[in-house]
T-cell receptor, first 112, second 116 residues
Framework: QKEVEQDPGPLSVPEGAIVSLNCTYS??????FMWYRQYSRKGPELLMY????GNKEDGRFTAQVDKSSKYISLFIRDSQPSDSATYLC????????????FGSGTRLLVRP | DAGVIQSPRHEVTEMGQEVTLRCKPI?????LFWYRQTMMRGLELLIY????????DSGMPEDRFSAKMPNASFSTLKIQPSEPRDSAVYFC??????????????FGPGTRLTVL
């Protein structure tokens, strides 16, 4: 079993929809939780990160962490065609602040 | 800033050949990471350096893989001999402590390697 599980999709939604992307994990030692966005043929870029449990909002994006359930989510409001990309969750364990463990990524397609 | 630079962007080689991938981190960054991305295994950390010294190479799959960082502005990942199962996109990333709670890693555009 992988440490971080993520549904690969693809997820296809109409423009303006609310998108929910999720990851589950098994290692309770994870302390930082990140979402990276990767456009086709590009490297991943950091979208948001949260420390421990709770919510964090940045414009149309909201990240949620539920450590008791080992579950994290990324919500995208008013989705745009430019949001079409692969979204990877990533986590950092307590013993190594540089060792990112990635989910496999969810492909998102926002239809105009 | 030019960002992380990787070369070549694409590499096609035959099984058994030596492959060398190159990376130039962002100037001033003292951490450098090599990742491999495949459909089956996703994005995996292979090795990372701090101040040119390898810190954790536990993700390097086999002895056929080696990485060096001779100076702060250059790193190589070498595969010798290459095998078809090494076909993947290889990313380099760099980072530096900012005094904040998390130190972002900045990724390069990747090298798409195909081993025939």
């Amino acid at each position: 079993q992988k440490e971080v599980e993520q549904d690969p999709g693809p997820l296809s939604v109409p423009e303006g929809a609310i998108v929910s992307l999720n990851c589950t994990y098994s290692n309770s030692a994870f302390q930082y939780f990140m979402w990276y966005r990767q456009y086709s043929r590009k490297g991943p870029e950091l979208l948001m990160y949260t420390y421990s449990s709770g919510n964090k909002e940045d414009g149309r994006f909201t990240a949620q962490v539920d450590k008791s359930s080992k579950y994290i989510s990324l919500f995208i409001r008013d989705s745009q065609p430019s949001d079409s990309a692969t979204y990877l969750c990533a986590m950092v364990p307590m013993d190594s602040s540089y060792k990112l463990i990635f989910g496999s990524g969810t492909r998102l397609l926002v239809r105009p | 800033d030019a960002g992380v630079i990787q070369s070549p962007r694409h590499e096609v080689t035959e099984m058994g050949q030596e492959v060398t991938l190159r990376c130039k981190p962002i100037s001033g960054h003292d951490y450098l990471f090599w990742y491999r991305q495949t459909m089956m295994r996703g994005l995996e950390l292979l090795i990372y350096f701090n101040n040119n010294v390898p810190i954790d190479d536990s993700g390097m799959p086999e002895d056929r893989f080696s990485a060096k960082m001779p100076n702060a502005s250059f790193s190589t990942l070498k595969i010798q001999p290459s095998e078809p199962r090494d076909s993947a996109v290889y990313f380099c990333a760099s980072s530096t402590p900012t005094g904040g709670s998390y130190n972002e890693q900045f990724f390069g555009p990747g090298t798409r390697l195909t081993v025939l």
